[in-house]
């Protein structure tokens, strides 16, 4: 029951907490509470931030060879996850989480709150991203974004060097100057761009790789409409999952016998259907 309780807590406050970044410094939960293996470690990005960084085994009978690296939201911090990431490395994958800079116990920066998000977290995913690429062996290689992490995969993922082989996404911004009117109409805050919006929309257009998009029935702010529009008459593989409730509750919705089992199945169906 405790458990139960502690998932449902988390859940409320990343949701709770969307549309304005809001980062935690204290860890609510770490792996070795479930028993997960894991290593923690300091990446450091080019401009000399530590991002503080959690790295989740398999069992070596189940690993499937596929890494998955998370970009969260714009709240709280990589702590809030521990139960999901234990879902998906239960399946055999290896799991990625990292706090960016101003998040957690990573280094310290000076958070504009009224920001959409901002563009140095795109450094610290691709500084993940090129540590994680270089020393973990795997055969395939994915972001798993939600939400304002959805922006900065999708950034990095336009980029035609990337080693990246497919997006998990949850919460997927669409349009980042579409996102701002929304939040600021329907929340009541004045959120502004770091940058203008037709470089997010040039880099959304650019995205090729295999893309699966988790779009909550309830959500006004990264709607289902929207995750749909990205599918409809596109070429490269995407698909989209609908689910009932709100804004990254994904893995409370599609969880059938335990926690965000039915939300890994279909990234499992996913990456088979669309297997190189």
Request: proline share 4%; aromatic share 12%; hydrophobic share 40%.
């Amino acid at each position: 029951m405790k458990k139960v309780l502690l998932i449902f807590f988390l859940l409320s406050t990343i949701s709770i907490a969307a549309c304005a970044i809001n980062p935690s410094r204290e860890y609510t939960t770490t792996p070795d509470s479930l028993g997960l293996e894991y290593q923690t470690l300091k990446i450091s990005t080019p401009d000399g931030y530590a991002l503080n960084t959690w790295i989740y085994s398999p069992n070596l009978e189940k690993d499937n060879k596929t890494v998955l690296v998370l970009a969260y939201g714009d709240a709280g911090n990589m702590s809030h996850f521990v139960y999901h990431a234990a879902a998906f490395v239960q399946q055999g994958f290896t799991v990625v989480t990292f706090d960016y800079r101003g998040f957690g116990r990573s280094s310290g920066f000076p958070i504009r709150r009224d920001f959409l998000y901002h563009t140095e977290f795109l450094d610290d995913l691709t500084a993940v991203v090129a540590y994680t690429n270089a020393n973990l062996p795997h055969q395939k290689f994915g972001i798993w974004a939600l939400s304002m992490g959805t922006i900065l995969a999708t950034l990095a993922a336009a980029r035609e060097e990337a080693p990246i082989d497919f997006i998990l996404a949850e919460g997927f911004v669409s349009d980042t100057g579409q996102q701002v009117s929304r939040i600021n109409t329907l929340k009541g805050k004045a959120v502004i761009l770091p940058e203008p919006a037709s470089r997010y929309r040039r880099a959304v257009r650019r995205v090729k790789i295999p893309l699966l998009v988790f779009a909550a029935t309830e959500d006004e702010i990264t709607t289902l409409t929207d995750a749909e529009g990205l599918v409809a008459g596109k070429k490269s593989p995407r698909s989209v999952i609908p689910y009932e409730g709100g804004h990254l509750r994904g893995f409370q919705a599609l969880s059938i016998y335990g926690f965000g089992d039915g939300y890994v199945a279909e990234v499992i169906r996913f990456l088979q259907e669309n297997d190189k």
